[in-house]
């Protein structure tokens, strides 16, 4: 069963940058698309952002293109999502969620506990 | 990147039923199979519920039932519990590689 658990969360500045992780275990991690959703207080699930699962590919909803940058670590069975130009609006939980297809994200099968990112001076 | 559109709210006594519609475009959910369902009760990991239109992961109960016709996909909850009580998101392959959720529909259980 996969196992997903993120990590990196806190408060931060407006204008600062945060890095997240995410550690995964129980699946062949450079098979599939790993992805992050976000949910800010008292609104609905958001995609983020996924990548493939050789890391080749990049994609990003249009509300963080050019601030967050996702990567991964096939060695290390870890995504990473690099904040930067953080802003007021990207205060949320941030889950990490292992997608079903291995190029394009489609399906996210499993999700992580998530990780909260306060964007507040 | 438009979220797809679902009914803010939903409910049904014990034993009843439910259904959700979630409304797209023919970019996304009209134009492939790659419609998903997710619950979520707050504070927890969302769960995905129904892939692919109308598959069920192992383990969710067949009280869970999906569908699609167009741009519109719809999600069944019969047989109602307590514990279906929920927020429940469809989500959907955008067709430029992104993905879209719906904007959740809150279903309570009088």
């Known amino acids: 069963e996969a196992q997903l658990s993120e990590s990196g969360g806190g408060l931060v500045q407006p204008g600062g940058s945060l890095r997240l992780s995410c550690g995964a275990s129980g699946f062949t991690f450079s098979f599939y698309v790993m992805n992050w959703v976000r949910q800010a207080p008292g609104k609905g699930l958001e995609w983020v952002s996924g990548i493939s699962g050789t890391g080749g590919s990049t994609y990003y909803a249009d509300s963080v293109q050019g601030r967050f940058t996702i990567s991964r670590d096939n060695s290390k069975n870890t995504v990473f999502l690099q904040m930067n130009s953080l802003r007021a609006e990207d205060t949320a939980v941030y889950y990490c969620?292992?997608?079903?297809?291995?190029?394009?994200?489609?399906?996210?099968?499993?999700w992580g506990q998530g990780s909260l990112v306060t964007v507040s001076s | 990147q438009s979220a797809l559109t679902q009914p803010p709210s939903a409910s049904g006594s014990p034993g009843q039923s439910v259904t959700i519609s979630c409304t797209g475009t023919?970019?996304?959910?009209?134009?492939?199979?790659?419609v998903s369902w997710y619950q979520h009760h707050p504070g927890t990991a969302p769960k995905l519920i129904i892939y692919e239109v109308i598959k069920r992961p192992s383990g969710v109960p067949d009280r869970f039932s999906g569908s699609k016709s167009g741009n519109t996909a719809s999600l069944t909850v019969s047989g109602l519990q307590a514990e279906d009580e929920a927020d429940y998101y469809c989500?959907?392959?955008?067709?430029?590689?992104?993905?879209?959720f719906g904007t959740g529909t809150k279903v309570t259980v009088l």
């Open positions: 989500g959907s392959y955008g067709g430029r590689q992104n993905f879209v």
């Open positions: 023919s970019s996304d959910v009209g134009g492939h199979d790659y």
């Open positions: 969620a292992k997608d079903d297809g291995n190029w394009n994200p489609v399906t996210l099968g499993h």
